[in-house]
């Protein structure tokens, strides 16, 4: 099955695991600790991850510890910034014109 | 005061849908005639230096809003909607096409079905678009086009600072 990373970060789980990686490398069972999900469930979710390459295992000793990919992350950003600047752009225009007839009608 | 609020953007992991939510600070009818009135689509639909330039505008089920965006070389796409359905206050949707003038659409370029939805929050108006392809081809093809109008928009800001400094 394709995997890319909006896949990935669709799910309100996975972005939780991301978050906590951010902040520093951590086993499995360390993750879901964090979730009440089953550890299963958060296994699917590391293997889904690590498919998309967000995160990387690195072993130390008897431990594997996962670690954030930021570099795929940015991946996401770059495909939606021109998406973005047209929205954004559009939508600032709204906001002006909104604003401009507020002030004239009141 | 004007505050610039976050648009949130999602994909939705079928990679056929585009989500955008955005709040404005102004009240349901006002965000809703700004999204539906020809006269004030112009003033903002078309991003700039483009201008969007309304040609006919029949906002109902079944009806069209025939307009070209103009670009800073005097350039003219043309454009239109054909709306489906309208709740007005609440919701709209159509099938946006790229055609000819007189508003043959132009088949050569996917047509996608936007879903627009308006409700009241405490302080505005929360308005979601849903953006629906055929296929994720479709989806990239849009991005792709995206970027080309988005890197013209890049360069007029950067313009405009120039100018101001």
């Known amino acids: 099955m394709r995997r890319d990373v909006f896949q990935a970060i669709a799910d309100p789980s996975r972005r939780a695991i991301l978050s906590l990686l951010a902040i520093g490398a951590m086993t499995p069972n360390a993750m879901a600790e964090h979730f009440d999900s089953s550890r299963q469930a958060i296994s699917k979710h590391i293997k889904i991850l690590s498919e998309c390459q967000l995160i990387r295992q690195e072993q130390s000793g008897r431990e594997i510890y996962y670690y954030f990919n930021s570099k795929k992350l940015k991946e996401v950003d770059k495909w939606l910034e021109p998406f973005r600047i047209l929205w954004d752009t559009r939508f600032d225009q709204l906001d002006a014109l909104l604003q401009k007839n507020k002030t004239k009608k009141s | ?165």
């Open chain 2, 1 to 165: 005061m004007i505050a610039t609020k976050e648009t949130i953007y999602t994909k939705d992991p079928s990679n056929k849908k585009l989500k955008v939510v955005r709040e404005f600070d102004a009240p349901l009818q006002k965000v809703w005639n700004a999204w539906t009135k020809s006269d004030l689509l112009d003033q903002w639909w078309a991003p700039k230096p483009w201008k969007a330039v309304t040609q006919s505008m029949d906002f109902r089920d079944g009806g069209t809003w025939l307009y070209y965006m103009q670009g800073p070389d005097g350039e003219r796409h043309y454009c239109r909607a054909d709306y489906k359905s309208v709740v007005p206050n609440k919701s709209f949707n159509y099938y946006d096409a790229f055609c000819d003038e007189k508003g043959n659409i132009k088949n050569d370029f996917p047509r996608t079905l936007w879903n627009c939805q308006f409700s009241s929050t405490g302080s505005g108006t929360k308005v979601e678009v849903e953006l629906n392809f055929d296929s994720e081809a479709d989806l990239q093809k849009l991005v792709d086009m995206g970027f080309k109008e988005g890197f013209a928009m890049a360069h007029s800001n950067l313009d405009e600072i120039l100018a101001n400094n």
